[in-house]
């Protein structure tokens, strides 16, 4: 059979970007503190008139989207089918566990967080990877937040070992417009942009004081390059008072260093000599009373609730598909949370664990709430903040990318090449143990980063933080695109080796689909992918090539659901 007529592909691709949902059947007690006021906080805002909360999902649903959710790709097969064999009834908390203690969660984090603090900028003086690479040592130490945000708001770049901290402030070159409105965007909640000229005309609790009492925190700070290293760093000076006028009104404005409607800062009384060392063309300025030192701790302060409440929603709409605020940077008194009481009871308990992610995540993750069904069995879907369902979550570009790699086999290949060039060099070496782990996934990783950066520069164009776009530049990729046409190429060590292997369509299309979607073929599937393997002839491998592109192409892979 001519090859042609195993490319229908194209119609297919744009019709399946749209998400699929499916059902699931299996409940799940939980316990715990937060993740049982996270139900009943949830289960007391519903209206059950228009129908009951979806059922618990099921195991294979509940193991994609929790590893997506943790560690930014999908259980591998051999990990997949060893939890859904186990009969431990705490197995969901196990695989929790597992997760969060993994490495792919430090490297899932630091993708997440990247993104969000640096929003894919170019280099300017700190080199992106050491960011990155800085980013994903914290999550993997399981850094207390709060420490993490005060080393990055306190880096200047001039100490070696802290300076990749200071790319968030250094590589924007300390330029006001962009500095202030992305400090309080991603560390307040809040986008003060139109609030730099005039207090905000359309949120009445966001002034032009907020603005600028951030602004004057990094008033006094200057760019300086060291004259024989050429590197360059943050120097501070001890003069520099930021004034404001609006130009609706015409009112003139001071204000000192402050966190939106807190207390100002006051400068303590001068020194005779203020300066540690005293700016001038060779010496960067280090006052012994600096400004720009007081933002990092005013931002973490326990008086600042903003800090906890925004991370807190930022950590839920991650695992949850929707914050109890939206947008994200918009917090106000005319936006209220969806569920206030139940968004100040999780930020006060990631407070009182010292800003430990992990525990967060990991009573979202047990909670009723998370763990429920995409589907609903009422007549007309509620609306998304009253998680009645499960959300249906697109898979980020750093995501996809790995879970593209898994799939395809590339992952597993690049897996025991790591493990065999250890134990060549290291016959103690064991691939089980906590230091085992991060150095195979350090490596991996390395061996990847070229189809990685290639994958992701293709899916992250339209898609830079958390909103999906679809458009026929995907779908084109994932026909043609040369990390997908290679790993489908026999000989290689990829899946469709393996798949060819089989004798047997049915277990040949099992496999594919536990690979594909982290689950079996429902009845419909199997007959409808047995019966195209059955028309192909001697085109098999034509034929698994093309059932493997449609998977790839559908919504349910670009999801999680």
Sequence with gaps: ???????????????????????????????GQLRNIIDAEILASQDLKVGNPAATSDD?????????????????VTALQAFIDDNSTDKREQLIDRLLSSPQYGRHMQYKFDVLLMQRLPKKYIAPSEFSEFLRQSFGDNKPYDQLVLEILTADGADKSNRAASRFLLDRELKREETVRVIGQVFLGRDLQCAQCHNHPQIDDYFQQHYYG???????SYLFTDPKSKV???????????TFTSVFTGEEGKTQPRMLALTELSDPPADKEPYATKPDKTNRGVPKYNRRLQLGPSMISDENTAFRLNITNRIWAQMMGQGFVEPLDLFHETNPASHPSLLQALADGLRDHKYDLKFLFKEIAMSRAYQRSSYFNGDTLPVANKYFTAAIKPLSPEQFAW??????GEVQ????????????????????????????????????KGPFD???AVFASQNTALKFTASANHALYLINGPEITQRLTRGGGYLIDELLAFDDDAAMVEQLYLHMYSRKPMPAERKQAQEFMAIAGDAKQ????????????SAEYRFVR
Excluded: W
């Design 214 to 220: 951030l602004a004057a925190f990094l008033k006094r």
């Design 454 to 456: 290639e994958i992701v």
């Design 413 to 448: 290949k690049q897996t025991k090449a790591a493990e065999a060039a250890l134990l060549s060099k290291n016959k103690e070496f064991d691939a089980a143990t906590v230091g085992g782990r991060v150095l195979v996934e350090a490596k991996v990783t390395a061996a990847l």
């Design 403 to 408: 879970t593209l790699l898994q799939s395809l």
């Design 1 to 31: 059979m001519p090859a042609h007529k195993f490319l229908p592909i194209l119609a297919v691709v744009i019709c399946c970007l749209l998400p699929s949902i499916s059902t699931a059947v299996f409940g799940q007690e939980s316990t």
């Design 542 to 553: 034509i034929a698994v090539q093309e059932l493997m592109r449609t998977l790839l192409c």
């Design 60 to 76: 294979y649903t509940f193991a994609r989207r929790i590893s997506m959710d943790l560690s930014g790709r999908p259980l591998t």
């Design 232 to 242: 360059v760093s943050i120097g501070d000076k001890i003069e520099g008072d930021v």
